[in-house]
């Protein structure tokens, strides 16, 4: 009887860890395999409102960027995500930052071939997220850095997300800090001039011949406005919340806000400023002056009179919804509409439809359409349009009043199955997507992505 006891306890501790062992083994895992995303884009602009050379000239720009994100399982409820990516670019703005370094002459219109008209833009980010047993409650924190010829930027942050309602309901909130720190770059005519103590006949100046508006030669050029920035820190912090309901099988809506708070220099050293209520100064062709605002202008640069000053904080509220509706087998619809207002007078308006149509069982169509608004901030006004006398200024047409739409077309190829492979990784999809976008300023741009992602076997 004792033995028939004791084995009847080992039975039930056995069915006992044996339940336990299979709840284990068959958890389900947040990822199931490690994935790697190969991504790549081109993007090409062009217009005639350039911030480097005071809201007029070339906005001639291209950028080349290739990006690697790796998502890693750690366990059935960690993920361990690495995202790197690299981007070269050739830019009018930073060509400009010294025109004189040009053999064919310096000109607003054209961007300059020497040493400053390219480089390079680095970035790492980690995000570590913890899922809980029963995938109700996900917290996630990342850090990143990033690095480019004038700044450093190292970001941090975290966030949790709630799942209510048989997960139908969705509830979010997170938090970000960036922390940059300029390496300013400064118009070349003004760094030399401080560097000189005002003196034009030493440095750059040795070497250039300054002319008025009349064409005179003259040594009168004083940008008295100028100093170099001291405060060369910049941070952002930002808070972000979020709630999404599933409305029925076939809708969903999300809603969304944002509390952006940055501190410190906010301006852009690299753009140049041009009063109307002080004189102009110029190198090159004296012929060209009265040309000066047009594109035939090819061998006459005016000399800045500042850089732009901007104030030293900025509110930021942007807030929108999301309404996703499936129709049928072949048609989706997602639209997207986000309102923004800040404290330096802009107020902005965005809208876009999205309609992925499933034309096969691995393809699909992804058409789209964006419009965009804004008013313009309270510090802008146009090339020569500003006033030395004003404590903040800029001629940059990111903050101008503008209006802009954009037409996009993607494909998508789904291979649940990963069927193809390339060593250990099956290939799981491979995205296209083009954009267009056109600004009423007279900036044009493309946008070429290319993306691929694998499952590791």
Known sequence: MKNNIIIIMFLCFGSAWSQQD?????????????????????????????SVTGGIGTEELTDATATIVVSIPLNEDDVLTIDAGISAYTSASSSNTDPFDDSDGATPWSTSSGASASDVWANINADYSHSSDDRNTIWNADLSMASEYDYFSLGFGGGLTKLFNEKN????????VYLDTWNPVYPIELRSFEDNNGNLTQGLFSNL???????????????????????????????SLSFSQILSKNAQFSVFLDLVNQQGWLANPLQRVYFSDVDNYYVGNAASIPNYTSSGNTDVFQLADDIERLPDSRIKIPVGFRFNYYLNEVFTVRTYYRYYFDDWGIKSNTASIEV????????????SFRYYDQTEADYFAPYEQNLSTEQFYTSDYDLSKFSANQYGFGISYT????????????????????????????LSANYFGLGFKFVMD
Not at 169 to 176: D, F, L, N, Y
């Open 22 to 50: 299979s709840t284990l083994v068959y958890k389900k895992r947040v990822l199931e395999t490690t994935e790697v995303d190969f991504l790549s884009s081109y993007y090409s602009q062009d217009g005639n409102n350039a």
């Open 169 to 176: 309901t969705t509830i979010g909130v997170s938090a970000k």
């Open 209 to 239: 011949n300054i002319i008025d508006q009349n064409g005179n030669t003259s040594l009168a050029y004083n940008p008295v406005n100028y100093k170099s920035i001291q405060d060369k820190g910049r941070n952002t912090y930002s808070l």
């Open 356 to 367: 992925p149509i499933k034309i096969s069982q691995k393809f699909t169509l992804y058409p």
């Open 415 to 442: 291979d649940i199955f990963s069927s193809a492979h390339i060593w250990e990784l099956g290939l799981k999809s491979i995205d296209f997507k083009y954009n267009n976008y056109q600004r009423n300023t007279g």
